[in-house]
């Protein structure tokens, strides 16, 4: 591969999510779309109108017919499918989790590392520019120093989600996996490392072995603490990608799900909604407020990721924007919740739960 040619790439897992990376990709201009992979047959019909090939098994695709992967099926599958594409000397971006427990992320993380292969895990919503913005505002201590946050992510999946995946009613397949771990990760790019979890975990909506909602406590080692609300039982304007817009499955309420307060002023995110005193001075609780939104491009971000993906297969970036050690961060912190909540105890955490652009 020349250094513009096309990446030729294979999306492996075509469900909810593989269907909306193989469509990028088809779109994307530093992509040609090459393969997909998943067992069912009715995805022939999908690779037809992509203008690829299909296959029911990774191993029925040659390894030069691709120079990339992602990695879009069930968690348990992700070290396998990744360690297959290792093998091949594929880039592999892999969904989030960046696999189904610490120990299988751990091999999937350090073989590639070992192999000095790219590695990027699908936490998509660090793309936003409203992230950054976030950062920046964090980081400048604008608003004086970072006290506390509290986020909702309160959804209602409907009973066809759960009857198109089996895998999601069982212990890897519930929010805390499937989404805390993005407000998780995004913590810990906003936050810094964390030093104390505590966390209740209920599955009284639908009675599954899984949990459907989640009340969690974090403590950062700067001293901010969090609050997160976590359900996927409940109907709300309330979620990061209802105030995003950023997933065509979740209808866009405009709503920011996440407040985060500072000394000297409060904003909402991703909205990026400021409070600050009416007059411009430090403020207090007997003095007016003003908002003012902080506007930022609107972007599709795994159209983005794909962008940064094909940057670092050209080495035009030297590192991934998350990198298989930042997944599995993310995951170390639902490990902590799970902990947390199962033995009712705090669960204090060890100083490796940080990322790089951290405050
Ligand atoms: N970043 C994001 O926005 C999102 C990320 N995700 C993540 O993506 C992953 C997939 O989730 P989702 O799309 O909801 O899952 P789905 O169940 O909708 O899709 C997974 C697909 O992979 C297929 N599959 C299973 N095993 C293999 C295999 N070994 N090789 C090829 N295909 C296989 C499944 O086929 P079959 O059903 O026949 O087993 C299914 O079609 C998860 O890790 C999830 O956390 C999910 C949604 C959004
Ligand atoms: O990763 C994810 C898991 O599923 C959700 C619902 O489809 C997504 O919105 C989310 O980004």
């Known amino acids: 591969m020349s250094r513009n040619d096309p990446i030729r790439l294979v999306v492996i897992g075509a469900g909810l999510v593989g269907q909306r990376h193989a469509r990028h990709a088809f779109s994307h201009q530093d992509f040609d779309l090459a393969w997909i992979v998943d067992p069912n047959e009715a995805r022939q019909e999908m690779a037809q109108q992509l203008e690829c090939r299909w296959a029911a098994s990774l191993e029925d695709v040659p390894a030069g017919d691709c120079d990339a992967a992602i990695i879009a099926t069930p968690n348990a599958d992700h070290l396998p499918s990744g360690l297959t594409c290792l093998a091949r000397n594929w880039a592999t971006l892999v969904e989030k989790p960046v696999a189904e427990t610490i120990a299988s992320g751990e091999k999937l993380v350090s073989a590639f590392e070992v192999a000095g292969l790219p590695l990027l895990v699908g936490h998509h919503r660090r793309y936003h520019p409203s992230f950054d913005k976030a950062n920046e505002m964090i980081s400048s201590a604008a608003l004086g120093p970072l006290i506390s946050a509290s986020l909702?992510?309160?959804?209602?999946?409907?009973?066809?989600?759960?009857?198109?995946?089996?895998?999601?009613?069982?212990?890897?397949?519930?929010?805390?996996?499937?989404?805390?771990?993005?407000?998780?990760?995004?913590?810990?790019?906003?936050?810094?490392?964390?030093?104390?979890?505590?966390?209740?975990?209920?599955?009284?909506?639908?009675?599954?072995?899984?949990?459907?909602?989640?009340?969690?406590?974090?403590?950062?080692?700067?001293?901010?603490?969090?609050?997160?609300?976590?359900?996927?039982?409940?109907?709300?304007?309330?979620?990061?990608?209802?105030?995003?817009?950023?997933?065509?499955?979740?209808?866009?309420?405009?709503?920011?799900?996440?407040?985060?307060?500072?000394?000297?002023?409060?904003?909402?995110?991703?909205?990026?909604?400021?409070?600050?005193?009416?007059?411009?001075?430090?403020?207090?609780?007997?003095?007016?407020?003003?908002?003012?939104?902080?506007?930022?491009?609107?972007?599709?971000?795994?159209?983005?990721?794909?962008?940064?993906?094909?940057?670092?297969?050209?080495?035009?970036?030297?590192?991934?924007?998350?990198?298989?050690?930042?997944?599995?961060?993310?995951?170390?912190?639902?490990?902590?919740?799970?902990?947390?909540?199962?033995?009712?105890?705090?669960?204090?955490?060890?100083?490796?739960?940080?990322?790089?652009?951290?405050?």
């Open 152 to 359: 909702i992510w309160a959804v209602r999946k409907p009973d066809s989600y759960f009857k198109a995946g089996a895998w999601r009613r069982d212990s890897d397949g519930g929010p805390l996996l499937i989404n805390f771990i993005h407000e998780a990760d995004l913590m810990l790019g906003l936050f810094g490392p964390v030093d104390e979890v505590q966390a209740m975990v209920s599955s009284h909506a639908r009675g599954s072995t899984v949990e459907d909602s989640a009340a969690i406590l974090v403590r950062f080692a700067s001293g901010v603490i969090a609050t997160v609300m976590l359900t996927d039982a409940a109907l709300s304007p309330w979620s990061f990608e209802g105030a995003s817009g950023e997933n065509p499955t979740i209808a866009e309420t405009g709503i920011s799900s996440w407040r985060i307060g500072c000394t000297a002023g409060s904003f909402e995110f991703p909205g990026l909604r400021v409070w600050t005193d009416a007059q411009g001075d430090e403020g207090d609780w007997s003095r007016p407020l003003k908002d003012e939104t902080i506007e930022t491009a609107k972007v599709d971000p795994l159209h983005e990721q794909l962008t940064h993906f094909a940057q670092l297969i050209r080495g035009q970036v030297d590192k991934p924007k998350i990198s298989g050690r930042d997944g599995l961060e993310a995951l170390r912190l639902v490990e902590a919740v799970r902990t947390a909540a199962r033995t009712g105890q705090p669960y204090f955490v060890d100083q490796t739960l940080s990322t790089s652009n951290a405050v």
